[in-house]
């Protein structure tokens, strides 16, 4: 089945993958230049430590405090990424992707360089958002990750993206059929924002268009809604939920994230049986 991707990569049936956030980054309004490195690597250690010793079954590295986004990071923001990740190397112990909002180029060379086993970005589509009017190239894109060797960094494509409204408005289910032909290996789907439930409806129509691929719930998962959740996706990505006080912008909460790896736990039994 074409879901095995998922097993493949993180040992499990609808993984639980943990959002790991990056400090403010050199060429980024938000870096504390005082701070420098040194900040940046001693919060992302705990928020890797925490998630693994929790149980999740994968990471997915972001730089979400570069607030306000752009589509092309730099290439400080990039060396500075995989510079900490690199340190970070030996510590981490399970499957971690990359994404660097909203560059997905510089993602895959982060990738490449770090040894990550997937990107998270927009790969197709033409959207108004908040970056401004966002058209992504996946042909030159894909062209990109083969040229520096990177075939084997698979691409888990946001086809709802955050913060943005497709311009064409073609229904969701066309998007995952569009994305899945063009040869995107993940979809994921998306609320208004980090941290903002999705629309089950629209989770509901992206899988009911493309069958055993799989789909992914990117936000707003939360243990009230979890069952519901990964009762249509085959997995989610998770940050604001596993934080102190559910918030996006704090400290990865050990308890709340133990909770959700046995909520998936349990989930993962129901939909077996």
């Known amino acids: 089945m074409i879901v095995d991707i998922l097993s493949d990569l993180f040992g499990?049936?609808?993984?639980?993958i943990a959002m790991c956030h990056l400090l403010g980054l050199p060429g980024r309004p938000r870096h504390d230049a005082a701070g420098g490195m040194e900040k940046i690597y001693q919060s992302l250690a705990h928020e890797v430590h925490a998630l693994q010793d929790a149980g999740v079954d994968g990471?997915?590295?972001?730089?979400?405090?570069?607030?306000?986004?752009?589509?092309?990071?730099?290439?400080?923001?990039a060396a500075a990424m995989a510079a900490v990740i690199g340190r970070?190397?030996?510590?981490?112990?399970l499957p971690f992707g990359v994404d660097l909002l909203w560059d997905a180029r510089s993602a895959i060379a982060v990738a490449r360089a770090t040894g990550a086993s997937f990107v998270r970005?927009?790969?197709?589509?033409v959207y108004e958002s908040d970056m401004g009017l966002f058209a992504p190239d996946f042909g030159e894109i894909a062209a990109y990750r083969h040229a520096i060797g990177a075939?084997?960094?698979?691409?888990?494509?946001?086809?709802?993206?955050?913060?943005?409204?497709?311009?064409?408005?073609r229904p969701v289910a066309d998007r995952a059929k569009g994305a899945?032909?063009?040869?995107?290996?993940?979809?994921?789907?998306?609320?208004?924002?980090?941290?903002?439930?999705?629309?089950l409806s629209d989770l509901s129509e992206a899988k009911a268009a493309v069958g055993n691929f799989p789909v992914l719930a990117n936000t707003g998962v939360k243990d009230?809604?979890?069952?519901?959740?990964?009762?249509?996706?085959?997995?989610?990505?998770?940050g604001t939920s596993l934080?102190?006080?559910?918030?996006?912008?704090?400290?990865v909460d050990p308890e709340r994230a133990a909770r959700m790896v046995e909520l998936f736990k349990v989930q993962r039994e129901v939909t077996a049986s």
């Open 12 to 16: 499990v049936k609808k993984p639980l």
């Open 59 to 77: 990471l997915l590295f972001c730089n979400e405090h570069d607030l306000p986004y752009s589509t092309s990071v730099g290439v400080e923001g």
């Open 88 to 93: 970070l190397h030996a510590d981490i112990r």
């Open 121 to 125: 970005e927009v790969f197709t589509g």
């Open 151 to 169: 075939d084997d960094v698979a691409i888990f494509a946001n086809i709802t993206p955050e913060s943005s409204r497709s311009v064409s408005n």
């Open 180 to 199: 899945v032909y063009m040869g995107v290996d993940v979809l994921l789907i998306s609320g208004p924002a980090a941290g903002a439930e999705l629309e």
């Open 224 to 238: 009230t809604n979890v069952a519901s959740m990964l009762a249509v996706a085959d997995g989610a990505i998770i």
């Open 243 to 251: 934080k102190e006080g559910g918030s996006t912008w704090t400290r």
